[in-house]
């Protein structure tokens, strides 16, 4: 069963959801609006936990201006230790590479499954902060 539904904005930065539930998977987009520009926000994660094993959370971030591919980063943490550890997919400039694993390891960190992160363009390490909040946000609510 597939259900689409279209979310009021929960803060002015957030000018559109779309949130898509496909199989217990799901997949909300959302348009953010920062200092440094405009980004393409899109979370895919387990909408209900039915077990102890838990699918992976995915975070694309995607400046609208910038045409490249970015950094690409995967996450997994190690719940007895508290220890996370990445790899890097694929490489970018070493701030966006440092952003990725930054918030692959707090994600990692918060909800306890391994996370994939994608920033695409160039962001201003001082809207990271912003984009964080964000990306934890709409996880919590429900993209887990």
């Not at 440094?36 to 609208?64: K, L």
């Not at 190690?78 to 996370?84: N, P, Y």
């Not at 550890?85 to 994600?107: P, Q």
């Amino acid at each position: 069963m597939q259900v689409a539904r279209i979310k009021s904005p929960k803060q002015n930065l957030n000018s559109f959801a779309l949130e898509k539930t496909v199989m217990n998977t799901t997949t909300a987009i959302s348009k953010l609006a920062l200092f440094s520009g405009d980004y393409d926000v899109a979370i895919t994660g387990c909408a209900a936990r039915t077990s102890q094993h838990y699918p992976p959370i995915a975070v694309f971030i995607t400046d609208v201006a910038a045409p490249r591919f970015g950094s690409y980063v995967y996450t997994i943490g190690d719940r007895k230790s508290g220890e996370t550890f990445a790899t890097v997919i694929h490489e970018s400039d070493a701030d966006t590479e440092e952003m990725c694993r930054n918030m692959g390891r707090v994600l990692a960190k918060k909800f306890e499954v391994p996370v994939y992160t994608n920033i695409n363009g160039r962001l201003d390490p001082g809207s990271y902060q912003e984009l964080l909040n964000h990306v934890i946000d709409r996880a919590s609510s429900g993209t887990h």
